[in-house]
């Protein structure tokens, strides 16, 4: 039985955005198909899907270096995650967290755990941007995955120093010197063994890469990644 509130505000589809049905939670019966978990065999420094069970890394990390030690991702970057994460992204749907949260919890709590982060570190944006939208999506999926796990979130740690442009709009080259000195951490020596990078979306890596080194620079030994989506091997 749902609560008052669900019945003054009935929980949605993260999809579609449609009303749930009683029996459902967090996905519509209609849109839970379209979903695609990332599965085996995956590339081991970014996570993303590769072909053939011998294939050891995608071809993105075959030919760049990573500064982060390895990540994983949940779901693949389709059309249904890409309406989710825009509506989550600039509609408001901030309470989408809470299911990116548990099921990122629930499908790779095990290899989190296994990395044992001291840290959930966000992605930062920028201060312009983050006024505009009025909350940083990355922070939202970082506290709700927090709730789970039980690593404390430090979203103070690392910020956005420059206003970037979107990555999207950007190549893979321009992507890059795109970032460059983008982060900077408050803190000049930072006393983390481990942490979680976390975000929403992984296409080229150059994101992660640039907030892996800035947090290294600063003292931490070990950043892992962990992205809501991740894009196609290319």
Excluded at 27 to 41: F, K, Q
Excluded at 106 to 119: E, K, M, N, T, Y
Aim: proline letters at 3%.
């Amino acid at each position: 039985m749902r609560s008052l509130i669900d019945l003054i505000f009935p929980p949605r589809c993260v999809v579609c955005d449609r009303i749930l049905k009683s029996h459902e939670t967090g996905v519509c019966a209609s849109c839970v198909g379209g979903l695609h978990r990332i599965g085996a065999p995956w590339c081991m420094k970014c996570g993303k899907e590769v072909r053939g069970e011998d294939t050891v890394y995608c071809s993105d990390c075959l030919t760049h270096r990573r500064d982060f030690d390895s990540g994983r991702s949940l779901f693949l970057y389709n059309e249904p995650m890409r309406k989710s994460i825009y509506r989550f992204k600039y509609n408001g749907r901030k309470e989408y967290a809470a299911y990116y949260g548990q099921e990122l919890a629930s499908s790779l709590g095990d290899w989190i755990r296994f990395v044992a982060p001291d840290a959930i570190i966000p992605v930062p944006i920028h201060e312009k941007r983050l006024k505009k939208r009025g909350y940083n999506q990355a922070e939202l999926i970082g506290r709700a995955l927090s709730r789970h796990v039980h690593v404390p979130v430090e979203s103070t740690l690392l910020s956005r120093v420059r206003e970037t442009a979107k990555q999207k709009e950007l190549d893979v080259s321009e992507r890059e010197n795109n970032l460059k000195k983008a982060f900077k951490t408050t803190r000049n020596d930072v006393k983390l063994n481990s942490v979680l990078l976390i975000d929403d979306i992984y296409t080229t890596g150059a994101t992660c890469d640039a907030a892996a080194r800035c947090l290294k620079e600063a003292g931490v030994r070990h950043v892992y990644v962990l992205t809501l989506c991740i894009g196609r091997n290319t």
